[in-house]
T-cell receptor, first 114, second 111 residues
């Protein structure tokens, strides 16, 4: 079956622009996670959803970052007024239920802020 | 102290060797543990979950040591195709679904 998909795969933004990154989780997966991965580092937790509820957003680095999942399926991560330090790969993952379940990752969106 | 720590490596070992990585975690209430494999410029892929009793999948063996708060991954008879970065992942807290990843251990298998 289809895995997690993300779009766009690559995004170049000028400093100060807003960007929106999309994630389509595996059908039927309740939980959805966003991570930020810098070069040479592991994925850093940003936020997660259970269905449409955002249960933890403690990893969002600033109030310029905003995530939503209004119908409990597709999710969008929005970054306002992008800065160079936002350049990273943004990974989305989904899991069937919540606690203890394996997460399946999408291919990521590589964001470069110039 | 970081919540999840790994030796970054790189580990450079000959084909056929046995190699082991450890990953330490700080939260004693953690209940779920995983090893992921990540190839260069690709997404992490689940390698195996780590169970209390330890588990084995072919050449790969994962173990959990709750007393010392670490998990380990052993790869036997390593293949060239095992070259990758290995990430450990641990949930934080007994009821949270927040998964924290280590920075990864780079493994390079040479012919």
């Amino acid at each position: 079956g289809a895995g997690v998909s993300q779009s766009p795969r690559y995004k170049v933004a000028k400093r100060g622009q807003d960007v929106a990154l999309r994630c389509d989780p595996i059908s039927g997966h309740v939980s959805l996670f966003w991570y930020q991965q810098a070069l040479g580092q592991g994925p850093e937790f940003l936020t997660y959803f259970q269905n449409e509820a955002q249960l933890d957003k403690s990893g969002l680095p600033s109030d310029r970052f905003f995530a939503e999942r209004p119908e409990g399926s597709v999710s969008t991560l929005k970054i306002q007024r992008t800065q160079q330090e936002d350049s990273a790969v943004y990974l989305c993952a989904s899991s069937l239920v919540l606690l203890g379940d394996e997460q399946y990752f999408g291919p990521g969106t590589r964001l470069t802020v110039t | 102290r970081k919540e999840v720590e790994q030796d970054p490596g790189p580990f450079n070992v000959p084909e056929g060797a046995t190699v082991a990585f450890n990953c330490t975690y700080s939260n004693s209430a953690s209940q779920s543990f995983f090893w992921y494999r990540q190839d260069c410029r690709k997404e992490p892929k689940l390698l195996m979950s780590v169970y209390s009793s330890g588990n084995e999948d072919g050449r790969f063996t994962a173990q959990l040591n709750r007393a010392s708060q670490y998990i380990s991954l052993l790869i036997r008879d390593s293949k060239l195709s095992d070259s990758a970065t290995y990430l450990c992942a641990v949930n934080i807290g007994s009821s949270a679904s927040k998964i924290i990843f280590g920075s990864g251990t780079r493994l390079s298998i040479r012919p």
